[in-house]
């Protein structure tokens, strides 16, 4: 009779794995990705050595021009006699060559790791506050109504009428009108992108809005905008965070396409895009201003995408293959 | 069906009436003038500015300067600030020229987007498969200026062909099957370029349906019912995987503008996306705004078209 239940049992004990290590075993499957992911850290390690090691204690000036040392190619062993000692490289070696003002490119391209990074991911925090901020008004109170339209009909409508500028063009406008700056480039390449996060929080809060989590936390009174933020926001924000591992990638592609065109991120700031779209004119003397950032620009870019892709696989299990 | 079709086209119409005045106040709002676009030309007096100003209406309100757009948009009296040419035959004729470009390098998109993804979601995991997930990746994730230079150098040095600009200079005097080669070999390259992203995308999309499609039941029957593989797929399958891309075909026709400024500029095309850089580049708000308008009015377009079709090839859907 007092045979321990062999089901009940099972269901006491906690589960095998957590929800984060069985997402984070099968991202580890996709080589690719898991790669990926690695990847894309040491970047970010990269990018905060780079932003320490260029401004705060300069070990590698990306600023320093030596006209006598112009366009030398990568592994170069510095033996100017005309440049002063003190601005030699690091290692008396150009890793990655010299510039048509004969500047380091690897300290430029180790400045630029930060911009470019930078530029994404604000674009992308930019894109995702307002999206969240907008999908999750109209999703909440998409049924209160102001005069004769509800505040859902206000909101998407907005969206629809965001959607339908071509927004290259648009960043384009607003880019060549406003002031060039760097602070301008990362807040209109975010204020253009927020559309799908908007739609896709939305549709998450319109089925999180009737759940019994929501409902018991309305019932003790807590302030909305404390149920909106803390309680349903961390249920809906899986899939967005996922796909804005592709956004950081889509705002560095174009803010490349911007530096192409002459209205990206100015100098003396130095970005992958500008480096690539200043080097495009020695293409035939220097190919190595071309190849640098632009490959440097096609593997971060693929990385991105690729880890993106795969913990959108990981967070979503309707994606995931069967065998 | 007329009504919703009624419904729809006024929907849109009040859209595309915000459209265009919020685009309107973009553009007037931003700082930086036509009449301040050379500032250190010395010839530029205080009066020839206020002159300009006083043209173009500059000085009136926001709302008054709305209202003379869109007067002179339709009656097609609209004169670009820069040259003064009507504003609507400027960007007809670059739309001649964009729109081959368009045309084929949208017919390239499709007619090789479709095999590679079919291809790859049959063959799932294969090799093929890997191959083709890589290299689409791989193809969205590189600067499409990067490559283009990359394959203008290839180009030029191992076939010697021409692939700037829309012809080559000099041979506008050349009996007509040469310069039609001529402008085959310029059309090439750039619409080439403008496929690549767009094929890898696609293809993308065409694998993932077509594996959704691949395990229905509908799919099991039709084998069941021994049916050759090759009408299971293409009949069965490839049909009702094909529903979503219609809508993909509407979303397409605004990138004759929006998605061809870089291409346009880099093989020197005289197109409608560079003729927008130009007018950014002058201040030319007529045709800047102009433009805007046009690819709204194509978007919406696009989206209405891609809803009828939907309605018409899925029965499923009612109005």
Redesign the interface.
């Known amino acids: 009779m007092n045979e321990p239940n062999p089901y009940l049992e099972a269901d006491a004990l906690p589960p095998s794995k957590g929800l984060f290590q069985e997402r984070w075993d099968i991202l580890k499957r996709n080589r690719?990705a898991y790669a990926s992911f690695w990847f894309l850290m040491f970047l970010l390690g990269l990018a905060v050595l780079g932003k320490i090691f260029t401004q705060t204690v300069v070990v590698f000036d990306p600023k320093v021009v030596r006209l006598s040392e112009k366009f030398l190619p990568p592994f170069t062993a510095f033996a100017s006699t005309l440049t002063p000692k003190e601005d030699a490289p690091v290692l008396g070696i150009y890793l990655l060559g010299t510039d048509e003002l004969g500047r380091d490119v690897f300290a430029r391209m180790l400045e630029g790791t930060s911009v470019s990074l930078t530029v994404g991911f604000v674009a992308v925090g930019i894109s995702l506050t307002v999206g969240v901020f907008f999908g999750g008004v109209a999703g909440f109170y998409g049924r209160v109504k102001l005069g004769f339209i509800t505040v859902d009909t206000i909101i998407m409508?907005f969206v629809?009428?965001m959607?339908?500028?071509?927004?290259?063009?648009?960043i384009?406008?607003?880019v060549?009108?406003?002031?060039p700056s760097i602070y301008n480039i990362m807040i209109v390449i975010g204020l253009t992108s927020w559309m799908g996060t908007a739609r896709f929080v939305r549709a998450e809060f319109l089925s999180l809005r009737d759940q019994d989590f929501v409902v018991a936390a309305k019932s003790q009174a807590i302030p909305e905008w404390r149920i909106i933020f803390i309680h349903m926001v961390p249920n809906a924000i899986a899939p967005v965070l996922v796909s804005a591992t592709i956004g950081v990638?889509t705002a560095i592609?174009t803010e490349?396409?911007l530096s192409?065109?002459g209205f990206g991120v100015q100098p003396p700031d130095a970005t992958w895009?500008n480096i690539?779209a200043d080097g495009?004119t020695f293409?035939f003397d220097a190919p190595w201003l071309?190849f640098i950032p632009?490959f440097t620009?096609?593997?971060v870019?693929?990385a991105?995408?690729?880890c993106g892709?795969g913990l959108r696989e990981a967070f979503n299990p309707k994606l995931r293959?069967t065998? | 069906m007329i009504n919703f079709i009624f419904r729809n086209i006024w929907q849109r119409i009040v859209l595309l009436i915000f459209i265009s005045i919020i685009s309107h106040a973009i553009v007037h709002l931003a700082p930086g003038e036509p009449a301040l676009v050379d500032p250190s030309n010395p010839r530029m007096k205080p009066e020839d500015i206020q002159r300009i100003r006083t043209a173009f209406h500059l000085d009136e309100p926001l709302h008054i300067q709305y209202v003379y757009w869109v007067n002179d948009l339709f009656t097609g009296e609209l004169k670009s600030f820069k040259d003064n040419q009507p504003v609507l035959g400027k960007i007809w004729q670059r739309f001649l020229n964009s729109l081959p470009l368009f045309l084929i390098g949208t017919l390239i998109t499709w007619f090789l987007a479709f095999p590679v993804g079919i291809r790859a979601a049959l063959s799932r995991d294969s090799m093929f498969d890997r191959t083709s997930t890589f290299f689409s990746y791989a193809m969205i994730s590189i600067p499409g200026f990067f490559l283009s230079y990359l394959v203008i150098i290839f180009m030029v040095k191992t076939f010697d062909v021409p692939v700037i600009g829309m012809q080559t200079f000099g041979l506008e005097e050349a009996p007509l099957l040469f310069r039609s080669m001529d402008r085959v070999w310029h059309l090439t390259v750039p619409a080439m370029m403008s496929a690549i992203a767009g094929t890898a995308i696609l293809s993308r999309y065409v694998r993932s349906q077509m594996l959704e499609v691949i395990h229905q039941d509908y799919m099991r029957t039709a084998r069941a019912k021994g049916l050759p593989e090759d009408q299971v797929i293409y009949r069965h399958g490839l049909r009702n995987a094909l529903l979503p891309f219609i809508t993909m075909f509407g979303l397409t026709i605004p990138g004759l503008i929006g998605g061809s400024v870089i291409f346009e500029t880099i093989f020197a095309w005289p197109g409608m996306g560079r003729l927008g850089y130009e007018a950014i580049l002058a201040r030319d708000f007529p045709v800047i705004l102009t433009l805007n308008f046009i690819s709204a009015v194509l978007v919406l377009l696009g989206t209405l078209v891609s809803d009828i079709l939907y309605a018409v090839a899925d029965p499923r859907i009612k109005f």
């Open positions: 690719m409508r629809d009428i959607l339908c500028f071509p927004t290259f063009f648009l384009l406008t607003v060549a009108l406003l002031p990638a592609l490349s396409s192409f065109l895009g690539l495009k293409l071309t632009g620009i096609l593997f870019v693929l991105f995408n690729l892709e293959s065998s």
